[in-house]
């Protein structure tokens, strides 16, 4: 049987290994025989590379971050290399190694961070991950178990998920409710919706619009936010005791691991993407060089925040966005966000002063709406802690440009056979 700290540390059973071996910080770095030894013993696990097998506690946390930057990154991931995460024989020092990372997050960087939403994602992934690498009789019995231990009432109602649905964790789209009820189980659904449903392959029908996956949905979220707010306690614990430089000191190797997966993403796979680079106005598109200039007629609004705001800020900071296919946000890449405020917003309020009338005189509400495109929400001020409430909104296309903002598009030589002015630019930074 699966344990349930190998899916939920955050379980009394997790909490119970930690204050039974997990408690003392000065020896985690002190090579561990039995990590070792269980790593390697696993059937699926490389160990033709010393490096691939953990050697104590603070290369478990430090691989479980490879793991995530390596599998995101999609560049030279190695399941094998990394087999012995998904094998339930590491469940002690996995979650001893949670605890760990979790508390040098929280400590030095607290729960708003790009490492802390780092490390939330990673877990999610982690947990994932674990799921489909169970039979389908361990896995439907392992979700059943964590389910009913982080909800104790038979009936959930949509409510009680308002905190995942609020922070986007889960949208009310993967729920089937009545009156207020989140239905999992094929027996309330089918008394709930026997009329609609008992001519339909009633099972069919279930396992289509609930079945495991639901309830996989939002044990995964559900752990997700726990592991946030164990974040965010220990960084509020901050506030009265020193924090501890075993932690800190994990904490900047951590953030180092991290790190490699902004170069990966900012310099691209180096088959052609474009770097990402401080913007070289030279080489901008026609229709980005009119913007630039400021409006003069009618359609600023469109202009600055809709069509300015995606394509500088991807321009300077996710070139390659389209070739990457993966949707990032703005602090994936700028981490403190120095260049969004130093480089890319400057530019975007130029050119709002520029247009005729300027364009902050009359609508000053406008600076909020560049603000939700880059992604952090209706706020004044850019704020990690917003970023997610919107989307960064990807560049228009050529032809959205030339339907909505026609006296944009004025097409040179290079415009010819593009279809969106990123790629433009693009073009033209591959062959300067
Ligand atoms: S064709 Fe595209 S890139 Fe060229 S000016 Fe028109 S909108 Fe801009």
């Not at 506690?57 to 560049?75: A, F, H, N, P, T």
């Not at 609020?166 to 027996?187: A, H, R, T, Y």
């Not at 996956?213 to 306690?233: A, F, W």
């Amino acid at each position: 049987m699966i344990p349930m700290s190998f899916i939920n540390p955050l379980s009394d059973e997790g909490k119970q290994i930690v204050r039974k071996d997990g408690g003392d910080l000065n020896r985690i770095f002190d090579e561990n025989d039995m990590l070792i030894e269980t790593v390697s013993s696993i059937k699926s696990q490389d160990i033709s590379d010393d490096a691939y097998i953990p050697r104590n506690y603070v290369d478990l946390v430090i691989k479980r971050i490879e793991w995530y930057v390596e599998k995101k990154s999609d560049l030279k991931y190695n399941f094998k290399k990394f087999a012995f995460l998904f094998d339930a024989k590491i469940t002690k020092f996995d979650v001893i190694s949670f605890y760990i990372l979790c508390q040098a997050v929280g400590v030095k960087f607290g729960p708003n961070s790009r490492e802390s939403r780092a490390i939330v994602e990673l877990q999610g992934q982690l947990i994932e991950n674990r799921l489909e690498e169970l039979i389908t009789s361990e896995r439907t019995e392992i979700t059943e178990q964590i389910m009913n231990n982080l909800i104790l009432q038979d009936k959930i109602k949509w409510t009680q998920l308002a905190d995942l649905i609020s922070s986007k964790k889960i949208s009310m789209q993967d729920l089937v409710l009545k009156d207020g009820n989140v239905i999992l189980d094929f027996e309330d659904y089918l008394e709930e919706f026997k009329d609609e449903v008992m001519h339909r392959q009633p099972e069919k029908m279930y396992n289509l619009l609930i079945g495991n996956r639901v309830k996989e949905l939002i044990i995964i979220k559900m752990i997700m936010q726990n592991t946030e707010n164990y974040i965010k306690s220990v960084h509020e614990q901050m506030s009265t005791v020193e924090p501890n430089p075993t932690l800190l000191k994990i904490a900047g190797e951590i953030s180092e691991v991290l790190s490699k997966e902004i170069r990966y993403y900012g310099s691209g796979s180096g088959d052609g993407d474009v770097k990402a680079s401080p913007l070289n106005v030279d080489l901008l598109p026609p229709c980005i060089k009119h913007a630039l200039d400021g409006i003069k007629s009618g359609g600023r609004n469109e202009v600055i925040v809709l069509f300015l705001t995606p394509f500088l800020s991807y321009a300077r900071l996710y070139p390659s966005v389209f070739r990457s296919n993966t949707s990032l946000k703005v602090s994936d890449v700028d981490a403190d966000l120095k260049i969004t405020k130093n480089e890319i917003l400057p530019m975007i309020h130029d050119a709002a002063d520029r247009c005729s009338p300027p364009l902050f005189d009359d609508q000053p509400q406008e600076k909020v709406n560049i603000n939700a495109k880059l992604g952090f929400g209706m706020h004044s001020e850019l704020k990690l802690q917003h970023e997610g409430e919107t989307t960064w909104y990807t560049p228009m296309s050529c032809e959205k440009v030339k339907l909505n903002m026609p006296g944009l598009c004025k097409p040179d030589e290079t415009c010819k056979g593009i279809t969106n002015p990123l790629s433009y630019y693009n073009r033209n930074m591959r062959t300067k």
